[in-house]
């Protein structure tokens, strides 16, 4: 693969440079829940109304019907901006294109990608996290309904979303992955209770959600009876598939703004801190190489699978190491207030755990990838 511009992707990059420059929002990100979702929301309809939301979607179901490369034109321009994230996980927007009825994706993809509609996704429980095939939340069939009833926890974004993906057991507890749906649910259900879950950083990231007899239509099955494993598989391969060219753009601005700060500090020629940032420039560079063959892949129409456990756990490596340096480097002033920094590393902690633990990545690159016992 040829990693330079075409004339026309040169084109579109710089068009996109032109855009962010006018439009990223140049007030700080607020640092506390709600402003902050409200601040990514309001960014992620300006994105929207701009046309870059969804770039590699069809058009029929509100993309732009581009192709990978100008989707990762896109987030590697993003992460260059430091514009914020989106509000919407788009791996969630990705399971209705595989699995949605056309009914739903018309109800409920735009909506989506406008971020007038924000989802959250009730997938881990209390007893159900690495081991999601155990999880007990059921839903009952009641002549047109299905009835919930349980818990979920960790659900981000829990206290604000409008709508959840929820799995629940349809078939025997015996049945495990074979006996899971999913389930489209509007949070103001009645029995549907959420309570906020403030993170070791701060932030009311989370909430556990509860169902007491949450009563939702047939119709709001994603997929079909019993065939929930089959979403959830899908959906965290998109959610896992990190190793884009975006976190690459926004570590790359993280460690050149560190680099700034050393120099200001007088400890740029620093032994020590010479090794640490040189250790981390080696991380992003075979992450940017690595970036670069899964683009590849998904330019040659490569289908996203258990390959992504890899981009999990480089990224969530590199991203670590990143910001364990950065707390080295600033010292105590990390922790008293210089910019973000310590908040970023109690964050990026969370990397080894979200999304599926570092531990369940490499059972799955050992187990489905290598073909060893998993
Ligand atoms: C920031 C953040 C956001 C999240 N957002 C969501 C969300 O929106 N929706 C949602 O559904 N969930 C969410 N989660 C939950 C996340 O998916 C779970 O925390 C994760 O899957 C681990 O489950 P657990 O916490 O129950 O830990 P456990 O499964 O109890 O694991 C505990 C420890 O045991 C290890 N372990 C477990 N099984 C094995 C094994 N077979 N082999 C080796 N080691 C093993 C794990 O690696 C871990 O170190 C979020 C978590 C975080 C941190």
């Not at 040829?2 to 710089?14: G, I, V």
């Amino acid at each position: 693969m040829d990693l330079r511009d075409t004339p026309e992707q040169a084109e579109f990059r710089a068009q996109l440079r032109a855009w962010l420059a006018d439009n990223v929002p140049t007030e700080p990100e607020p640092q506390t829940m709600p402003a902050r979702f409200h601040y990514v929301v309001a960014w992620q309809k300006r994105l929207y109304s701009g046309g870059w939301v969804a770039l590699s979607w069809p058009k029929e179901y509100g993309g732009q019907g581009l192709g990978p490369v100008e989707e990762s034109i896109l987030n590697q321009e993003l992460g260059r901006a430091g514009a914020p994230a989106a509000a919407s996980f788009t791996f969630l927007g990705r399971a209705f294109l595989t699995f949605g009825t056309e009914e739903q994706k018309a109800r409920y993809l735009p909506g989506f990608l406008s971020a007038e509609e924000i989802w959250c996704q009730g997938f881990s429980e209390p007893e159900a996290g690495s081991d999601l095939a155990s999880l007990r939340t059921t839903a009952t069939r009641d002549g047109e309904d299905f009835v919930i009833n349980g818990q979920k926890l960790w659900t981000s974004r829990g206290s604000f979303a409008q709508f959840c993906l929820v799995l629940a057991r349809t078939g025997t507890r015996e049945s495990r992955h074979r006996g899971i749906t999913a389930f489209v649910v509007p949070t103001d259900t009645p029995g549907m209770t959420r309570k906020p879950l403030i993170m070791a950083n701060g932030d009311e990231e989370f909430a556990e959600v509860y169902f007491d007899d949450v009563r939702v239509p047939a119709s709001n099955m994603l997929g079909e009876l019993d065939q929930g494993w089959k979403v959830t598989q899908a959906t965290l391969a998109y959610e896992r598939g990190a190793a884009d060219l975006g976190y690459l753009a926004k570590y790359e601005r993280m460690l050149a703004q560190l680099a700034g700060i050393a120099q200001e500090r007088g400890v740029s020629d620093d032994v020590s801190n010479v090794e640490a940032v040189g250790r981390v420039l080696g991380h992003l560079e075979v992450l940017r190489l690595h970036s670069m063959r899964r683009l590849s892949d998904r330019a040659q129409g490569k289908a996203v699978g258990a390959e992504t456990s890899i981009d999990k756990v480089m990224m969530t490596q590199t991203e670590q190491l990143l910001l364990h340096t950065a707390l080295d480097i600033l010292g105590p002033e990390a922790v008293q207030g210089r910019g973000d920094w310590f908040k970023k590393y109690l964050y990026s902690r969370a990397a080894s755990i979200y999304g599926g633990t570092a531990q369940v990545q490499r059972n799955i690159i050992s187990g489905r990838l290598l073909g060893l016992k998993e």
